[in-house]
Nanobody, 123 residues
Framework: VQLVESGGGSVQAGGSLRLSCVAS????????MGWFRQAAGEEREFVAC????????WYSDSVKGRFTISRDNGKNTVYLQMNSLKSEDTAAYYC?????????????????WGQGTQVTVSS
């Protein structure tokens, strides 16, 4: 499974960005999809994940109420809408796919990863 993220960039605090991740898998709808981020010098951090049918979504406390994860199984795409961005949201954002667990925030439970897209928020 190949994952390709897009939509990163530079934005001022309070602004918005929408990340997209397109998957090559024909069985995209069978994968739990997640977003993680990693700031320079920091460990990879869970951001959000969404169930296979998009019926359930989970968020880290740091982004709850500001970010929204969604997916379109017909387009093999998962999205991350990021609003009210803060400087502490600056990081490389990674899309991930997993087939074993639903609602997991542990990076080790995801099998496939994208190359990342950089988000920079200036205050």
């Amino acid at each position: 499974v190949q994952l390709v993220e897009s939509g990163g960039g530079s934005v001022q605090a309070g602004g918005s960005l929408r990340l997209s991740c397109v998957a090559s898998a024909r069985t995209f709808s069978s994968y739990v999809m997640g977003w993680f981020r990693q700031a320079a010098g920091e460990e990879r951090e869970f951001v959000a994940c969404i169930s296979t049918s998009a019926g359930n979504a989970w968020y880290s406390d740091s982004v709850k109420g500001r970010f929204t994860i969604s997916r379109d199984n017909g387009k093999n795409t998962v999205y991350l809408q990021m609003n009210s961005l803060k400087s502490e949201d600056t990081a490389a954002y990674y899309c991930a796919a997993g087939s074993r667990y639903s609602g997991t925030n542990y990076y080790g439970n995801y099998d496939y990863w994208g190359q990342g897209t950089q988000v920079t928020v200036s205050s």
